[in-house]
Every structure is written in structure tokens, then in C-alpha cells.
Nanobody, 119 residues
Framework: QVQLVESGGGLVQAGGSLRLSCAASGKIVSINAMGWYRQAPGKQRELVATINSGGRTNYADSVKGRFTTSRDNAKNTVYLQMNSLKPEDTAAYHC?????????????WGEGTLVTVSS
């Protein structure tokens, strides 16, 4: 059984920073792309950032220049460094990852961590 667990969310003032982590555990042979998505109250889930196995990154326009994603393959962990936070960044942040457990390849999601940015 593979699990993704996010951490690092919390309450921060506008202009502040937070660093989210997402650790994968369980029967893992390899991890392909990993990503961060967010869902604000009353809105659809949206892409924030992705990073492939080679470290290539992709960002939503709304976070470019403020957010940085990275990964530690030895720890099966992906990070999201969020700087210059704005109230509109308030959302539940979820990570996902394409993980092979041998004969099975599946996209897994974490439960999410809440980020609240006050003005």
C-alpha cells in the first residue's frame, strides 16, 4: 500500500513564506512525475506545479516566480517552497505522484494540507 502524506501547511500573513512537503511511503519501485494541486473553497482543483523524474518543472502562471518545487528522490519526497504568499493562495494543497510498485503503476494523491494566507 502506497501513501502520500503532506505537511507544512498553516496560517501565514500575506508576503510570508511556507514550505510544504509530501512524502511517499510503502511499496515503491519508482516514482515518475510528482505534482502539487490546490483547491480553494467553492473552486475547482487547479494545478500549481509539477516536477518530473529528471527534475524538470512546470508552474501555473499564478505562482511563477513565487513558488518553487523540488524533489529528493532518495527520500521519495517532493517539496513546494512558497514565497510572497497572497490571500488568493489560500487553499487545501494536495500532492500527487505516479508510482510503480512493480507490476502496478498508479497515480496516488495525498489527503492535503491547508494553507491560509491572511491579509
Amino acid at each position: 500500500q502506497v501513501q502520500l502524506v503532506e505537511s507544512g501547511g498553516g496560517l501565514v500573513q500575506a508576503g510570508g513564506s511556507l514550505r510544504l512537503s509530501c512524502a511517499a511511503s510503502g511499496k515503491i519501485v519508482s516514482i515518475n512525475a510528482m505534482g502539487w494541486y490546490r483547491q480553494a473553497p467553492g473552486k475547482q482543483r487547479e494545478l500549481v506545479a509539477t516536477i518530473n523524474s529528471g527534475g524538470r518543472t512546470n508552474y501555473a502562471d499564478s505562482v511563477k516566480g513565487r513558488f518553487t518545487t523540488s524533489r529528493d528522490n532518495a527520500k521519495n519526497t517532493v517539496y513546494l517552497q512558497m514565497n510572497s504568499l497572497k490571500p488568493e493562495d489560500t487553499a487545501a494543497y494536495h500532492c500527487n505522484a505516479g508510482i510503480s510498485s512493480g507490476s502496478v503503476y498508479q497515480l496516488y494523491w495525498g489527503e492535503g494540507t491547508l494553507v491560509t494566507v491572511s491579509s
